[in-house]
């Protein structure tokens, strides 16, 4: 079995593909919207309307740029309390206009800097919790790469949660667990293979739904497999009533860590 920290250093490659690639890779006629309404757009979160085989899609990613300017821009994908208001404000849209929601998380966790605490951050990462879980309307969240504490858990109270085979999934980093547990960074690794982070782990514990092969790295092909898959998803989804949604999606969390399957019956 592949190391874990090697997955994590996978997972945080400069290489990998942001969530605005898999975006403009799935769905078709993109238009981004901005803002929050109440203090500023936050380029860590995009969000807006696009199409995919016919039918319209609300589509959330947190993104990390391709390079220094651009990730410094978006904030290395750490979101603003406002980056989470925006991407709220679009679920609810999505909701009143029955439109399916698509999350892509990619992400090492909310930004914990003075002026986000200021401006509510936790509050901001509670109320999505809150709202994601009473959503009237069909929402899926797949972790593309990082999926960091409560930052990533702020767009991933789905109905389904997917994970791409070299993306993580955990409260904490493994250099931040290694240093309140050792004092030093450098057992990393070895906090890494405890935390149970990866998407084989996740998907045994019931937190993932399913696991997503990323085709040996031919993106195009993995664009191609998610996007006939994410339209399977909504042909299931999009006759259930509201409660029928919210009930199983209830259900869902409830059961965490209680499914002892095996991570290769997930994998496609």
């Known amino acids: 079995m592949r190391p874990a920290y090697d997955i994590v250093k996978a997972a945080r490659s400069k290489d990998r593909q942001t969530g605005l690639n898999f975006i403009n890779g799935i769905f078709k ?17 995009v ?41 709220l ?9 029955r439109r399916p929601v698509v999350c892509f998380v990619d992400t090492s966790g909310a930004y914990c800097g003075i002026g ?59 250099e931040s667990c290694s240093n309140i547990l ?11 293979e405890s935390l149970r982070l990866t998407a084989a782990d996740a998907y045994q514990l019931g937190v993932v739904d399913r696991i997503i092969s990323e085709r040996g790295g031919d993106v195009q092909r993995m664009f191609a497999a998610l996007a006939a898959d994410i339209a399977d998803w909504y042909k299931k989804m999009r006759d259930k009533t509201p409660d029928e949604l919210t009930e199983a999606r209830y259900a869902r969390f409830r059961r965490f860590g209680a499914r002892p ?4 019956e997930a994998e496609c």
Do not use: C
């Not at 199409?51 to 904030?75: C, P, W």
């Not at 050792?182 to 890494?192: D, H, K, L, S």
């Open 29 to 45: 006629d993109f238009i981004e919207l901005h803002g929050d309404r109440r203090f500023a757009d936050d380029p860590a979160i």
């Open 261 to 264: 399957f095996d991570a290769q």
């Open 182 to 192: 050792w004092r030093t960074t450098e057992r990393a690794a070895e906090a890494a």
């Open 89 to 97: 404000r679009l679920m609810k849209q999505a909701e009143k206009f």
């Open 47 to 87: 969000g807006g309307l696009a199409m995919l085989q016919g039918a319209a899609y609300t589509v959330i990613a947190t993104e990390k740029g391709r390079d220094t300017k651009s990730r410094i821009r978006r904030n290395f994908a750490a979101p603003h309390p406002e980056g989470y208001r925006k991407a």
């Open 116 to 174: 986000a605490e200021e401006r509510g951050q936790g509050q901001a990462i509670a109320e999505n919790l809150m709202e994601m879980m009473a959503l009237k309307t069909p929402v899926l969240s797949i972790l593309i790469g990082e999926g960091g504490s409560g930052g990533a858990l702020a767009l991933a109270v789905a109905d389904e949660v997917w994970m791409l085979e070299n993306a993580i999934y955990s409260v904490i980093s493994p």
